[in-house]
C-alpha cells in the first residue's frame, strides 16, 4: 500500500506565496507520474501541474508563469510552489502520484487526503 501525504496549505494574501509538499510512502517500486491537481467548492477537481518521471512537466493555463511543480525522486516528494496567488486559486489541492509498487509490474493511482488553500482578496 502506497500513501501520500500533503502540506504546506493555509491561508493567504492575493500576492502572496504557499509552498506545497507532498510525501509519498510504502511500498514503492517507482513512481511514473506525480501532479497537483485542485477541486473549489461546487467544482469537478481538475489538473494545475504535472511532472513525469523524466522531469517534463505541464501546466494548467490558469498557472503558467506563477505555479512550479519539481520533484525529488531520492525522497518520494513532489512540490508546488505558488506565486503571485489570486484568489481563484482557493480550493483544495491533491496530491496525485502513478505508482508501481514493490514485486508488481502494474502502475496504480494514488490519492493525497488533499490541503486547503484559501488567498484572500
Known amino acids: 500500500q502506497v500513501q501520500l501525504v500533503e502540506s504546506g496549505g493555509g491561508l493567504v494574501q492575493a500576492g502572496g506565496s504557499l509552498r506545497l509538499s507532498c510525501a509519498a510512502s510504502?511500498?514503492?517500486?517507482?513512481?511514473?507520474?506525480m501532479g497537483w491537481y485542485r477541486q473549489a467548492p461546487g467544482k469537478e477537481r481538475v489538473l494545475v501541474a504535472i511532472?513525469?518521471?523524466?522531469?517534463?512537466?505541464d501546466y494548467a493555463d490558469s498557472v503558467k508563469g506563477r505555479f512550479t511543480i519539481s520533484r525529488d525522486n531520492a525522497k518520494n516528494m513532489v512540490y508546488l510552489q505558488m506565486n503571485s496567488l489570486k484568489p481563484e486559486d482557493t480550493a483544495v489541492y491533491y496530491c496525485?502520484?502513478?505508482?508501481?509498487?514493490?514485486?508488481?509490474?502494474?502502475?496504480?493511482?494514488?490519492w493525497g487526503q488533499g490541503t486547503q488553500v484559501t488567498v484572500s482578496s
Open positions: 511532472i513525469r518521471s523524466g522531469i517534463s512537466t
Open positions: 496525485n502520484a502513478i505508482v508501481v509498487g514493490m514485486g508488481s509490474r502494474y502502475e496504480y493511482n494514488y
Open positions: 510504502g511500498s514503492i517500486r517507482r513512481i511514473n507520474d
